[in-house]
């Protein structure tokens, strides 16, 4: 009677597994240390208290298409390009509701930009913050 070999089972290469993950580690210790760490005794400003406000320069656009700058209601675009200064048109913020329909807030854009705007800005929720 012959003993028949036993096969020794197959290994899985560990070292190679072993190696991805060495990589792996020593990548992101130098990807996390390549930025300079604040100086310890620097405290930075707190902004959690801060409210989210539109800014002063800015038309305000209502969710019915009612316009305001600076407290004042704004009846058109035209006009209310006509109370700026020509400094003042080269930049136009407008904060428009998040009810404001997508339509609304493009037409009065093409008013501004027909009146002598330059550059037409968005101001958003996450631009306040």
Do not use: C
Not at 15 to 43: D, H, P, R, Y
């Amino acid at each position: 009677m012959r003993r028949q070999k036993r096969q020794k089972p197959h290994r899985e290469p560990t070292i190679a597994l072993i190696n991805i993950v060495f990589l792996m580690l020593i990548f992101f210790m130098v990807a996390g240390s390549l930025s300079q760490s604040v100086e310890k005794s620097l405290n930075l400003v707190q902004t959690s208290d801060i409210q989210g406000r539109a800014p002063l320069d800015a038309l305000i656009i209502y969710p019915n298409g009612r316009m305001q700058y600076r407290g004042a209601d704004q009846t058109s675009a035209g006009l209310f390009l006509s109370e700026l200064t020509a400094e003042e048109q080269k930049v136009v913020r407008l904060v428009p509701d998040r009810e404001l329909p997508a339509q609304t807030l493009v037409q009065i854009a093409r008013d501004l930009r027909a009146g002598g705007a330059g550059q037409i800005m968005i101001v958003t929720e996450r631009g306040l913050k």
